[in-house]
């Protein structure tokens, strides 16, 4: 990343609202929102004033259950909106689509084993913890490089916004998914750019319903 001094960039990161079908491993699964899971993004958006959502940028995965939102505001607010594949949720394989009660019936060892140890414990066909935290990464350091010094929203989904926080927090690997992050929460992220190196710190945090 080329030198910044003396910069600073704000990133706001939304979860996306409750999207259709309820609680589910739902990762790279393209589920709407709800009527409820739009009112809880523009209630979360809404608590903002001007200054504080005074944003150059929407950034947001793909996936419908937040580009459809992150699309009407950039629209309404005349932003401009990137997508960033890289920062869909992780990929739950064949747990993709069902509850916790459903794969317990079917396979009753392998997601207790995934609850107590994510690190070690690849759902069925999906994607290793290690590889999702990879790609957040890479797609974290090149929003960086872009935006450095701007205001940007970055709409996206639970997991991502676990391991970005795992990083700012430094909290153990273990203990990042039990970082609770609801539907529609909002929090914010400063990197401070300096002639030593980057400093991020998590400066507040909201939750709209």
Not at 61 to 88: G, K, M, V, W, Y
Not at 174 to 185: E, L, S, T, V
Request: glycine letters at 8%; hydrophobic letters at 35%.
């Amino acid at each position: 990343m080329p030198s910044h001094k003396n910069l600073t960039t704000i990133i706001d990161l939304l979860r996306h609202g409750e999207p259709v079908g309820g609680p589910r491993y739902r990762g790279h699964r393209d589920d709407p929102l709800t009527t409820r899971g739009w009112q809880q993004m523009s209630n979360a958006v809404e608590q903002l004033d001007g200054q504080d959502s005074a944003w150059s940028h929407i950034i947001s995965s793909p996936l419908q259950r937040c580009h459809d939102f992150a699309q009407q505001l950039a629209r309404r607010r005349a932003i401009t909106l990137e997508r960033e594949p890289q920062l869909r949720e992780i990929h739950f394989g064949q747990w993709e689509g069902k509850t916790s009660a459903q794969i317990l019936r079917k396979d009753p060892d392998t997601l207790p084993r995934y609850w107590e140890n994510p690190q070690a414990v690849t759902p069925p066909g999906g994607e290793p913890l290690a590889r999702f935290q990879r790609r957040v990464a890479d797609a974290w350091g090149r929003l960086l490089h872009r935006h450095a010094g701007k205001h940007v929203l970055l709409v996206t989904h639970g997991g991502v916004m676990r391991v970005l926080l795992n990083d700012v927090l430094n909290v153990p690997q273990q203990a990042m998914f039990g970082i609770n992050i609801p539907y529609a929460c909002l929090s914010r992220l400063c990197v401070d750019h300096t002639a030593r190196g980057n400093r991020t710190t998590w400066r507040f945090h909201r939750v709209a319903d």
